[in-house]
């Protein structure tokens, strides 16, 4: 899971300032957010500046599938690593919109100054830059609020995590340094790049960050080991955004008045290719099989598909208002992991039986249509206390319960007697399996149980 956030430079203040401040127009044009829920896929997320809105593009069919109202002039934008949610950054609201992406709704909003903004690997948390106090804030996604705030360089932009979640890296437009913030103990390493510094992405192997110097037209190579700059790279005019390639192979950087993306060969350190787009470059993330990067374009009201196999522009998405940050997530196919479990128990009756099945639901979605069946032993005869979501067929010596709905992290359990032949001796065997359920069973080791009781010789049953 990849977030890029791209920034504001101080050189195209003045066209953002007209943009951002002129009247703020929603879209009529592009879908709104649906009453269905988006289903399973990866989808990219573009922050639109100019109608306070998150433009939601399924990368499938390249098309927006919804328009999402945040607040006024939405900068940075970060996927959680399990692509439920969405983070924006308001310019001008100085708030953080949190979004479900699965409904396309705001659940929340935080109070926080903002620009960049990115996800701990592990979910937890969100740093989020606050370009006009100099400063992170790092936020509990749990609770919402703002649990730390770390003092960085002077006019903070961007923020990128490392894969490996030991180290943010913030760049800082007016330091012309990266602020390198330990994730585990909040303290910072400041490392000298280039002139006014503003995209930064890190290899898979966590062992490089690549950092866009706007005003030097260069990128520098930090080694994350030393907190150096182990190398410097010239590409393009106005270089903004930098995204890493999944295997690590390529960055790809937007150079926003060349009109251009620089591939860079990451062993060799050298631009290998040079990509025209036209118009504005400014975001960039790659898409997680690696065969395309999406770039806006911010002058363009629109995102550019790269092919990373033919280095061309394949494809024009439309999406309008002033596209700025991209960051690309993926919400996973639903999946209920239902278990059952039978347990017999002898009876002070001679030759009664007792079984209770237990139906569990382990998520992460709640199940739906669940139907479990027990195979009770051959010697049974008859059946009492049978629940109402159960049924007995005498000929099969079978139970079947249905369940409609079993809410993630619930159980429900089903007891009654049974009665065995007072001829019967010996093992009793009873097996439940589940039968069917929706979404899909992730787990099939726990979809069938079996327990024995035994019938002694004076027709009493002890489990």
């Given at each position: 899971?990849?977030?890029?956030?791209?920034?504001?430079?101080?050189?195209?203040?003045?066209?953002?300032?007209?943009?951002?401040?002129?009247?703020?127009?929603?879209?009529?044009?592009?879908?709104?957010?649906?009453?269905?829920?988006?289903?399973?896929?990866?989808?990219?997320?573009?922050?639109?500046?100019?109608?306070?809105?998150?433009?939601?593009?399924?990368?499938?069919?390249?098309?927006?599938?919804?328009?999402?109202?945040?607040?006024?002039?939405?900068?940075?934008?970060?996927?959680?690593?399990?692509?439920?949610?969405?983070?924006?950054?308001?310019?001008?609201?100085?708030?953080?919109?949190?979004?479900?992406?699965?409904?396309?709704?705001?659940?929340?909003?935080?109070?926080?100054?903002?620009?960049?903004?990115?996800?701990?690997?592990?979910?937890?948390?969100?740093?989020?830059?606050?370009?006009?106090?100099?400063?992170?804030?790092?936020?509990?996604?749990?609770?919402?609020?703002?649990?730390?705030?770390?003092?960085?360089?002077?006019?903070?932009?961007?923020?990128?995590?490392?894969?490996?979640?030991?180290?943010?890296?913030?760049?800082?437009?007016?330091?012309?340094?990266?602020?390198?913030?330990?994730?585990?103990?909040?303290?910072?390493?400041?490392?000298?790049?280039?002139?006014?510094?503003?995209?930064?992405?890190?290899?898979?192997?966590?062992?490089?960050?690549?950092?866009?110097?706007?005003?030097?037209?260069?990128?520098?190579?930090?080694?994350?080991?030393?907190?150096?700059?182990?190398?410097?790279?010239?590409?393009?005019?106005?270089?903004?955004?930098?995204?890493?390639?999944?295997?690590?192979?390529?960055?790809?950087?937007?150079?926003?008045?060349?009109?251009?993306?620089?591939?860079?060969?990451?062993?060799?350190?050298?631009?290998?290719?040079?990509?025209?787009?036209?118009?504005?470059?400014?975001?960039?993330?790659?898409?997680?099989?690696?065969?395309?990067?999406?770039?806006?374009?911010?002058?363009?009201?629109?995102?550019?598909?790269?092919?990373?196999?033919?280095?061309?522009?394949?494809?024009?998405?439309?999406?309008?208002?002033?596209?700025?940050?991209?960051?690309?997530?993926?919400?996973?196919?639903?999946?209920?992991?239902?278990?059952?479990?039978?347990?017999?128990?002898?009876?002070?009756?001679?030759?009664?039986?007792?079984?209770?099945?237990?139906?569990?639901?382990?998520?992460?979605?709640?199940?739906?249509?669940?139907?479990?069946?027990?195979?009770?032993?051959?010697?049974?005869?008859?059946?009492?206390?049978?629940?109402?979501?159960?049924?007995?067929?005498?000929?099969?010596?079978?139970?079947?319960?249905?369940?409609?709905?079993?809410?993630?992290?619930?159980?429900?359990?089903?007891?009654?007697?049974?009665?065995?032949?007072?001829?019967?001796?010996?093992?009793?065997?009873?097996?439940?399996?589940?039968?069917?359920?929706?979404?899909?069973?992730?787990?099939?080791?726990?979809?069938?149980?079996?327990?024995?009781?035994?019938?002694?010789?004076?027709?009493v049953i002890v489990c």
């Amino acid at each position: 899971m990849r977030n890029l956030i791209s920034c504001r430079l101080s050189r195209l203040s003045a066209l953002v300032s007209v943009v951002l401040a002129s009247a703020l127009i929603p879209l009529t044009s592009q879908p709104s957010a649906a009453d269905t829920e988006t289903p399973p896929g990866t989808y990219a997320y573009v922050t639109m500046g100019n109608d306070n809105a998150l433009s939601m593009i399924d990368i499938g069919s390249n098309t927006v599938i919804a328009t999402i109202p945040v607040g006024a002039a939405p900068a940075g934008v970060a996927v959680a690593p399990d692509g439920a949610t969405a983070y924006v950054t308001n310019h001008f609201d100085s708030s953080v919109s949190v979004i479900d992406a699965t409904t396309r709704t705001v659940t929340d909003t935080i109070p926080v100054d903002g620009e960049g903004v990115a996800v701990t690997p592990d979910g937890a948390h969100v740093y989020v830059v606050s370009r006009n106090l100099d400063s992170v804030s790092v936020i509990d996604s749990a609770t919402h609020t703002i649990s730390d705030t770390i003092a960085v360089g002077h006019n903070p932009c961007c923020v990128t995590m490392a894969p490996d979640g030991t180290h943010a890296y913030v760049t800082n437009l007016s330091s012309n340094s990266v602020s390198v913030i330990d994730t585990g103990t909040h303290t910072v390493t400041s490392v000298t790049v280039g002139t006014h510094p503003a995209g930064a992405a890190v290899t898979p192997d966590s062992a490089h960050a690549y950092v866009t110097n706007n005003a030097n037209n260069s990128v520098s190579v930090i080694d994350t080991a030393t907190h150096t700059v182990s190398d410097t790279i010239t590409v393009g005019n106005s270089p903004i955004g930098v995204a890493v390639a999944p295997d690590g192979a390529h960055a790809y950087v937007t150079n926003s008045s060349g009109g251009s993306v620089s591939v860079v060969d990451t062993a060799t350190h050298t631009v290998s290719d040079t990509i025209t787009t036209g118009g504005f470059p400014n975001g960039v993330a790659v898409a997680p099989d690696g065969a395309y990067a999406y770039v806006t374009n911010f002058s363009g009201g629109s995102v550019l598909v790269v092919d990373t196999a033919t280095r061309t522009v394949s494809d024009t998405i439309t999406t309008g208002g002033f596209p700025n940050a991209v960051a690309i997530g993926t919400i996973p196919a639903k999946e209920a992991d239902v278990a059952v479990t039978v347990k017999g128990a002898g009876s002070l009756i001679v030759g009664q039986l007792d079984v209770t099945t237990t139906v569990s639901n382990a998520g992460p979605a709640n199940a739906t249509g669940v139907v479990v069946t027990t195979q009770l032993p051959a010697a049974t005869t008859t059946l009492t206390n049978l629940p109402p979501d159960c049924s007995w067929a005498p000929s099969t010596h079978q139970v079947k319960c249905t369940i409609t709905t079993l809410n993630a992290n619930t159980s429900a359990s089903y007891t009654y007697q049974t009665r065995i032949e007072l001829t019967a001796i010996g093992p009793l065997h009873m097996t439940t399996t589940r039968t069917t359920s929706t979404p899909n069973d992730p787990n099939p080791a726990n979809d069938q149980t079996t327990d024995t009781c035994t019938a002694l010789t004076n027709h009493v049953i002890v489990c």
